[in-house]
Antibody, heavy 121, light 110 residues
Framework: QVQLQESGPGLVKPSETLSLNCTVS????????WSWVRQPPGKGLEWIGH???????KYNPSLESRVTISLDTSTYKFSLKLTSVTPADTAVYYC???????????????WGRGSLVVVSS | QSALTQPASVSGSPGQSITISCTGT?????????VSWYQQHPGKAPKLIIY???NRPSGVSDRFSGSKSGNTASLTISGLQAEDEADYYC??????????FGTGTKVTVL
């Protein structure tokens, strides 16, 4: 059974880069998309983007200029980098596996427990 | 891309049925059968309860059902139970090859 675990700093200063890793256990990074989703305190879910093991990525247009998602199949990890953060980027960040059909993402079937990242000086 | 529109809150008594709507456009909900629903209890990660509009993952109660008509998808919870009190989010694939979530609905069991 695939499990996901986020890791990274819980506090980031404004204007710096937020970096998170997601470790995949119980499966490989092949044949699925791997996604990041965030949830500001008391608010709804926001899709950040996803990556495929071939290197293909897709991002939320509202974040695209600041986001990079990358996969490392050798270490069973995928990562999120968000540059130039502000307090508005404070949120719980979830990593998730995305089931796909004919290379079209369908649904998020496995989620990590989430990692709270606070942006503050 | 704008979030899909859901009612902020829906409530019902134990045993009743409730329906949550999720309204988008022809470029997301209306254009693809890749609509999914997630249940989120406080402090927990979202959990997949419906995928591809109508399908339930193994282990999810058959009290949860999904449907779609035009640009609006719906989640129905039958035989409402106290454990169903949670936030619910819809999600859809879009014509821009991106994903979009709904605004979220808080379900209260009276």
């Amino acid at each position: 059974q695939v499990q996901l675990q986020e890791s990274g700093p819980g506090l980031v200063k404004p204007s710096e880069t937020l970096s998170l890793n997601c470790t995949v256990s119980g499966g490989s990074l092949s044949s699925s998309y791997w996604s990041w989703v965030r949830q500001p305190p008391g608010k709804g879910l926001e899709w950040i983007g996803h990556g495929y093991y071939t290197g293909t990525t897709k991002y939320n247009p509202s974040l695209e200029s600041r986001v990079t998602i990358s996969l490392d199949t050798s270490t069973y990890k995928f990562s999120l980098k968000l540059t130039s953060v502000t307090p508005a980027d404070t949120a719980v960040y979830y990593c998730a596996r995305v089931s796909q059909q004919w290379l079209v993402p369908r649904y998020f079937d496995v989620w990590g427990r989430g990692s709270l990242v606070v942006v503050s000086s | 891309q704008s979030a899909l529109t859901q009612p902020a809150s829906v409530s019902g008594s134990p045993g009743q049925s409730i329906t949550i709507s999720c309204t988008g456009t022809s470029n997301d909900v209306g254009g693809y059968n890749f609509v999914s629903w997630y249940q989120q209890h406080p402090g927990k990660a979202p959990k997949l309860i419906i995928y591809d509009v109508t399908n339930r993952p193994s282990g999810v109660s058959d009290r949860f059902s999904g449907s779609k008509s035009g640009n609006t998808a719906s989640l129905t919870i039958s035989g409402l139970q106290a454990e169903d009190e949670a936030d619910y989010y819809c999600n859809s694939y879009t014509g821009y090859s991106t994903e979009v979530f709904g605004t979220g609905t808080k379900v209260t069991v009276l």
